[in-house]
């Protein structure tokens, strides 16, 4: 009993740690606004210390009629939403480049979003509807293992509705430019054994088409997602299965000439997971399958292939990839006093196979054993409140990796020091980060059988020390964020295969942040950043700067949110984007809403390029737009 | 650390605890405040005596100047409750004594008794009030409520 009260007074101090007077005035509409709010962050709260944190609460989400992830990416400091030349989403995309180890890592839940030959599932859930969603934490800097043991830069936590804040059956049906239309519901019960949540959406969403060379560009997509949960007392279950189809873009066409190029794909997942409180054991087991089938061509030629005859040109392709994964996790935290502590153990293990290779119409043996990874990672955490005003956290994680065939085995190194200071209006969060980090399969995969290189790249280091100040007094909240990020041996591509820079990358990077907030839990926020990245490895410097004004707030009947972001990156006309929506609730059954973005129509654009790998002659696209002036309106109706 | 020390720092735990509680204006401090302004607006009281059974309402009312909680429905200015039909026969509903739903399918079986109703839908907090219920009761809100009535 003593360990429950302690650890109910540690956790209930930690929460209110970070909590500051949020009433602003005494009004019904002010009460329920702060109500909501204040319901929403106490979770909230409770992970301030595990990073840099900016949370999208059900109210944000809602006021801002958020339709997917990259709408939320696009909000976050530090980065630019940007997508690949298959038209998938992949902020830190560059031509021909990986994806950096440790860029960004989404979870749902506990389930990180992960397949085991592509890495980061970014890819496939950026665009996906959000109708499931409760609420979005959006940490930077590396944050705690608590959030899921797989760290990055830039780590998204999706958690899906509560059904007992839900409470409802509902049907929404939305349509946007360019012929686009969504139509969804959810239905949700709790009651003494338990809550379930069953969700489904239909999403076919156009996008606008380029044309290049006589080719159509086209970024379109169709899918519909299925996702449930169950909660009996101490567990949980899941399942998620999404289908869709979606055209690539330019594809992988050196010369930027597609010939409708699409992908169709499937994943299933089922979760388990178990908490007890009381005795501070969590557990969880993840299975997901994957399969993806992707058909490309190009007007002129897509590829050369290696054959007995030499080097031969081919113009389509068509490849089948399924992929398992499997990971399962055992924890159990401690409290004592004045200190909270958790150990845990987690094991994954990914299987890829390519089913299907056709060059030409002609099957293709590709020569690869390579098609597994096993991952074993132990860690350990711990918080220690030295008084009323000060944290310390701390932790650390082993990782070995073991791939199959002759690759390289890796062993991981990450850890973590923190210390936060609370001073009523002064607060202060310092961290400074070690950790190092496997390429993705797909690098090893094409670095050994596609450059036919016989050594296998580095771990990728970084080292991150941050701190944070804030003052608070009632309405303002200003904080200054500053950072300097080095990364050591970090992965690239040289023309020839995947290998590592040999110099240090430095990013220094820098946030400034006011919050003013409004009554009825409205708020306006405004966010001013920049990354600067000192030359390296005879690259100049790379410079981006960004900015983020952001007010919303409940009037009424009506909510109201409107957002402006800039951007600007090297080689790229300033990007401005204005968006805005306006939700309207007649009575308590229904609500209206119109959404506009990017409605000044000068949004960030991205810029494309192809190499021809006979002659090395290079074609471009510039201009293309990742964020579409783009109409929404919808209807949702409560039974 | 000997069992004194530990004692100590289990005082102290517990002390911040309630010191950092009491200053931060929980959900629960907050939902309080909301029952405590809408009943003594029903009643046109200063204080309102009310009763409740619900257990996200349980000991919540205590530091709460405009409300206090009472033993018994009979004792009760308003009646708080997601079992509403319960306390027809024993409490029943009259201009003295109001009822209040804390869950929608409760204010839903009971819309000629209830004046109300306060609770999570759609992942937000909703307050309802009765229309028909307050021409019934002849009881007028000052204008803030107006959006809340239908």
């Known amino acids: 009993m003593p360990g429950k009260l302690l650890r109910a007074s540690l956790t209930s101090a930690v929460i209110c740690f970070f909590l500051s007077p949020l009433i602003a005035d005494e009004s019904i509409e002010s009460l329920i606004g702060s109500y909501a709010k204040r319901a929403d962050l106490s979770e909230r709260t409770k992970r301030e210390s595990d990073g840099y944190l900016m949370v999208f609460t059900r109210q944000d989400l809602d006021r801002m009629q958020i339709r997917s992830l990259r709408e939320i990416i696009e909000k976050t400091p530090f980065i630019r939403y940007n997508e690949s030349r298959l038209g998938l989403s992949a902020s830190f995309y560059a031509p021909y480049q990986p ?9 749902i839940n506990d389930r990180i979003l992960y397949t085991p030959f592509f890495g980061n599932a970014l890819k496939l859930f950026g665009q996906l509807d959000m109708g499931y969603i409760d609420h979005v934490e959006v940490y930077y800097g590396l944050p705690s293992q608590t959030l899921g043991i797989d760290g990055a830069v830039i780590v998204i936590k999706m958690y899906t509705k509560d059904p007992e804040r839900e409470n409802t059956s509902l049907a929404g049906l939305v349509a946007g430019s360019y012929g686009s239309s969504e139509l969804y519901g959810y239905t949700t019960s709790k009651d003494e054994e338990g809550s379930e949540l069953f969700y489904i959406d239909y999403k076919n969403m156009h996008r606008k088409e380029s044309r290049y060379k006589s080719s159509t560009l086209s970024k379109d997509r169709e899918s519909t997602n299925f996702y449930s949960q169950i909660e009996r007392g101490r ?30 794909f499937r994943y299933l997942f089922g979760g388990w997971g178990y908490k007890n409180r009381e005795t501070g054991v969590e557990s969880f087991l993840h299975l997901t399958r994957n399969s993806s089938s992707h058909y490309d061509a190009s007007k002129t030629m897509l590829g050369i292939y290696q054959s007995t005859q030499g080097a031969i040109p081919f113009s389509s392709s068509r490849l089948k990839i399924v992929q398992h994964h499997a990971e399962a996790q055992l924890k159990k935290s401690f409290a004592s006093d004045g200190a909270e502590s958790s150990l845990g153990v987690q094991a994954k293990t990914g ?52 791939m199959d065939d002759d690759m390289r085995d890796y062993s991981l190194l990450s850890g973590r020091l923190g210390y936060i200071y609370n001073g009523g209006r002064w607060l202060s969060k310092s961290f400074i980060f070690y950790g190092s980090f496997a390429p993705e399969a797909k690098s090893l995969f094409e670095n050994r059988y596609l450059y036919r290189r016989s050594g296998d790249p580095d771990a990728e280091r970084s080292l991150i020390v941050s701190t944070k100040i804030t003052y608070r007094e009632r309405k303002h909240e200003t904080s200054l964020l500053a950072a300097r990020y080095i990364k050591n041996d970090a992965l690239h591509f040289d023309g020839t295969g995947y290998g590592n820079f040999e110099d240090d990358i430095v990013i220094d990077c820098i946030l400034f942040e006011h919050i003013y907030s409004l009554p009825g839990a409205g708020r306006f926020k405004l966010d001013v950043w920049t990354n600067l990245q000192q030359p390296h490895n005879s690259l100049p410097n790379r410079n981006t700067y960004g900015a983020i004004a952001d007010y919303s707030r409940s009037l009424g009947r009506f909510d109201l949110h409107t957002a402006l972001v800039y951007t600007y990156g090297p080689g790229l006309k300033p990007g401005w984007d204005l968006e805005g929506a306006l939700t309207y609730r007649p009575s308590h059954r229904v609500s209206l809403f119109v959404k506009g973005s990017n409605i000044l129509g000068r ?26 002036r783009r109409l929404w309106t919808g209807v949702e109706y409560q039974f | 650390m000997d069992r004194s020390g530990v004692s100590v720092l289990k005082s102290a735990a517990l002390l911040l605890f309630l010191l950092t509680l009491s200053l931060a204006g929980s959900p629960d401090s907050i939902k309080a405040k909301i029952i405590g302004k809408v009943a003594t607006s029903l009643l046109d009281v200063s204080v309102a005596f009310i009763y409740t059974d619900d257990p996200a309402y349980e000991k919540i009312f205590e530091e709460e100047e405009n409300l206090i909680e009472t033993k018994s429905c009979s004792d009760a200015d308003m009646v708080l409750s997601s079992r509403l039909e319960e306390y027809r026969s024993i409490c029943p509903p009259t201009s003295q004594r109001l009822y209040f739903a804390t869950s929608y399918d409760d204010y839903l079986k009971n819309r000629d008794a209830a004046v109300g109703a306060f609770f999570w839908q759609k992942g937000r907090p909703n307050l309802i009030l009765n229309e028909k219920r307050l021409k019934e009761l002849k009881i007028r809100l000052p204008s803030e409520f107006d959006n809340y009535i239908e």
């Open chain 1, 99 to 107: 994806d950096p180890p440790a860029g960004m890592r989404v979870y």
């Open chain 1, 235 to 264: 567990h949980r279950f899941e399942v998620q299965a999404i289908g869709g189809r979606l055209d690539t873009f330019l594809g992988y066409s050196p010369h930027l000439d597609p010939l409708d190029p699409h992908l169709s």
């Open chain 1, 351 to 402: 299987r890829f196979s390519l089913e299907e290779v056709y060059l030409d119409g002609k099957p293709y043996d590709m020569p690869s054993r390579f098609n597994r990874q096993t991952a074993l990672s132990l860690f350990a955490q711990g918080s220690y409140l030295i008084d009323e005003s000060r944290i310390v956290v701390g932790s650390i994680k082993g990782d070995r990796y073991l």
């Open chain 1, 603 to 628: 949004a960030l654009k991205s810029d494309y390029y192809g190499i021809d790998p006979v002659t090395g002659e290079v074609t471009r696209v510039n201009g293309i737009d990742v964020i579409e």
